[in-house]
């Protein structure tokens, strides 16, 4: 799992996401309840719901999710590069830029 300090450093250089921060800070909080509503409008549509608090917990949040699909987009970084800095195993990376 990223740290909060590594975040912030993928965020102020602009060389890794090719957007400079006060964008990403607008993506952010444009798309983020969007996707935070559709993942939602996904859970419930399961047929098979589990008990309330039960399966996995997500450890790749939504602003890791963005930065790696912009970071992927930018300079075609591989999955196994972006899993390396996040901290995460490659499907994770692979789910997330899907």
């Known amino acids: 799992m990223m740290g909060a300090g590594a975040r912030e450093l993928i965020v102020a250089e602009y060389r890794?996401?090719?957007?400079?921060p006060d964008v990403i800070a607008e993506l952010i909080a444009e798309v983020g309840p969007l996707w935070h509503g559709q993942h939602?409008?996904?859970l419930?549509?399961?047929?098979?719901r589990p008990a309330v608090g039960a399966g996995a917990k997500h450890k790749f949040a939504f602003i890791d999710r963005l930065l790696a699909?912009?970071?992927s987009v930018s300079h075609g970084?591989?999955?196994d590069e972006l899993a390396c800095w996040f901290?995460?195993?490659r499907s994770t990376i692979t789910r997330a830029i899907g």
């Open 16 to 20: 890794v996401t090719g957007l400079p």
């Open 40 to 42: 939602q409008v996904r």
């Open 44 to 48: 419930t549509a399961r047929t098979r």
């Open 69 to 71: 699909t912009l970071a």
């Open 77 to 79: 970084t591989t999955y």
């Open 87 to 89: 901290g995460v195993d």
